[in-house]
């Protein structure tokens, strides 16, 4: 595929969901685009603000009205980062579709490699992994001890042979992810195991990749990570695996 031919389809789409980032929503979508330009021609990126307080959805029309790549969408009521990124799934017209976060502790120039990984190897979804041995990570300890012991769980209620669900970058063939939008019961942090497990019972190839994270928020603030959002995410997967088990028995 000829990523620099603009006759053709959108090649990549890139889908950003942001809450409250008006201080830097601007910069972040245009270093971002920038980014992409230099291995991608044929791109769009969606930014998404999830009914954020701030002047998030500011940011993101100054950013579009700079850059023909950006597009956004905007809505009054904050409803969860999952149907954000639904949003912006329905809106996409590439070939691909990557989900990245909008602070951008993960290097939109990844997905470079993402692309050429599942053009290599045929693969459905490339999804980055804190927990690949060749990722690099500037990490607090929490986050990490949070993201091992939600692999425990993913191990023992979905068998998955995957190490990280949740980490802000992943890669989609287009066909494959919109399908798997259509049906999401799961709009929060829960979303990305109820679609990582959904192509997984479809028979979807998913491969992880290493990432470099770097943590940008400081330290001291307030973590966005707190116990009622760890039940309610320990609640989600649970209703997931209810839904899926409910399925694949009527399916049998």
Known sequence: MDHNNTNKQMYLSVVMPAYNEGAHIEANLLKTSETISKFVKNYEIIAVDDGSSDNT???MKNAANQDSHIKFISYESNKGKGYAIVQ???ASEGEFIAFLDSDLELNPSMLKGFLKAINKTGADIA???KL??????????????LSVGYFII???LFKLNLKDT???IKLFKAPVIKSICENLSTTGFAFDIEILATAASKGYKIIEMPIKLVFLRDRKEKS???IPLIIKVFKDTLQIKKKLRGKNNGES
Not at 132 to 145: A, F, G, V
């Open 166 to 168: 949740q980490t802000g």
């Open 88 to 90: 912006g799934v329905k």
């Open 132 to 145: 690949h041995k060749d990722s690099k990570l500037d990490y607090p300890i929490t986050r990490r001890i």
């Open 154 to 156: 993913l191990k023992v």
């Open 127 to 129: 999804i980055g992994s």
């Open 224 to 226: 966005r990570i707190t």
């Open 57 to 59: 959805n500011v940011g």
